[in-house]
């Protein structure tokens, strides 16, 4: 249900349909799939709902997928909860990230906290 929403959401070998993506990652979420959570945390993120897409996030990171983990430091980097950037809660998910081994997120992470380093946050 994942990868199908997945080909509707982008298009591939199908009409792109958001609303069917939509429905496709919503019963994989219900189902536990974390890739599921984390791309409907991303498309919610996307619209401002930015409870629903932690509480999404959290689901995922908390089976450890590397993307929800990466995500949940991103909202926090980017002030997407309580308002403003909150770089002591994004830390502990960036490094969590950094040390993963999904080598494409591990870099991003990494360079993150380089950044956050170079600033002394």
């Given at each position: 249900?994942?990868?199908?929403?997945a080909?509707?959401?982008?298009?591939?070998?199908?009409k792109?349909?958001?609303?069917?993506?939509?429905?496709?990652?919503?019963?994989?979420?219900?189902?536990?799939?974390?890739?599921?959570?984390?791309?409907?945390?991303?498309?919610?993120?996307?619209?401002?709902?930015?409870?629903?897409?932690?509480?999404?996030?959290?689901?995922?990171?908390?089976?450890?997928?590397?993307?929800?983990?990466?995500?949940?430091?991103?909202?926090?980097?980017?002030?997407?909860?309580?308002?403003?950037?909150?770089?002591?809660?994004?830390?502990?998910?960036?490094?969590?990230?950094?040390?993963?081994?999904?080598?494409?997120?591990?870099?991003?992470?990494?360079?993150?906290?380089?950044?956050?380093?170079?600033?002394?946050?």
């Open positions: 249900m994942n990868a199908l929403g080909l509707y959401g982008l298009g591939l070998g199908v792109m349909d958001l609303n069917k993506a939509r429905q496709l990652y919503r019963m994989a979420v219900d189902r536990g799939d974390a890739a599921a959570q984390c791309n409907l945390a991303m498309g919610v993120r996307k619209e401002g709902k930015y409870d629903e897409a932690m509480r999404l996030f959290l689901l995922s990171a908390k089976q450890g997928y590397a993307h929800a983990i990466y995500g949940i430091a991103v909202m926090y980097v980017n002030g997407m909860v309580g308002g403003r950037p909150d770089y002591v809660a994004a830390r502990p998910w960036l490094e969590r990230a950094a040390a993963g081994t999904n080598v494409e997120i591990a870099e991003k992470a990494r360079g993150v906290l380089a950044q956050l380093d170079a600033r002394g946050l």
